[in-house]
């Protein structure tokens, strides 16, 4: 059973930073790209990052310079370095998996919120 979980979650001052991480099982290999994406109250789902195979990451303009994303394939963990971070990088984090010809496959979501 495909399962994505979360952590790393929770509350930072401005400035501050978090690392989020996605463990995938059964394995991370059988999906080409694993992203994270946030959804802020009263808006709609936006990706933040998102890693494709050995290639180096995606980035929404808002996050670039400020966010790294990575991929342990020993680990089967994706993770989401965030500094510098802003109030409005508070929202409630899922990570994504996608492979080709298949439904893509959302975590539970970790709650950051940024206090200023």
Same mark, same amino acid.
């Given at each position: 059973?495909?399962?994505?979980v979360? *952590? !790393?979650g929770g509350l930072v001052q401005v400035g501050g930073s978090l690392r989020l991480s996605c463990v995938v099982s059964p394995s991370i290999s059988i999906f080409n790209a694993v992203g994270w994406y946030r959804?802020?109250?009263g808006k709609q789902r936006e990706l933040v990052a998102r890693v494709r195979g050995g290639a180096s990451g995606?980035?929404?303009d808002s996050v670039k310079g400020r966010f790294?994303? *990575?991929r342990d394939n020993a680990k089967h963990t994706v993770h989401l370095q965030m500094d510098s971070l802003k109030p409005?990088?508070?929202g409630l984090y899922y990570c994504k998996a996608e492979r080709p010809f298949d439904?893509?496959?959302? !975590?539970?979501?970790?709650?950051?919120?940024? *206090? *200023?």
């Open positions: 059973q495909v399962q994505l979360e *952590s !790393g959804q802020a109250p995606d980035y929404a790294t994303i *990575s409005e990088d508070t439904v893509p496959v959302w !975590g539970q979501g970790t709650q950051v919120t940024v *206090s *200023s």
